[in-house]
């Protein structure tokens, strides 16, 4: 499920008011419509093609391999 156009452009839009207004808006948005957002089970399952920046759950990435 992705977050529909009103709902994109309503986190898009919260960047204006800064970090704190994009959090709640984020708060409010798991809310409405959870499945649109990644929980650590669903992050479990992810193979990215770049080693991510930061210690991110996931299946795969280059270097590591499902075991």
Known sequence: ???NQT???ELIESARFGI???DLTIQ??????PDA???DRTLRKR???HKPAS???C?????VYPQ
């Open 59 to 63: 299946q795969h990435y280059p270097g």
């Open 47 to 49: 193979r990215f093609q």
């Open 20 to 22: 704190e207004f994009v």
């Open 37 to 39: 957002f990644h929980t």
């Open 7 to 9: 709902q994109q452009r």
């Open 28 to 33: 409010k948005l798991k809310l409405e419509c």
């Open 1 to 3: 499920m992705k977050l």
């Open 55 to 57: 210690p991110t759950p």
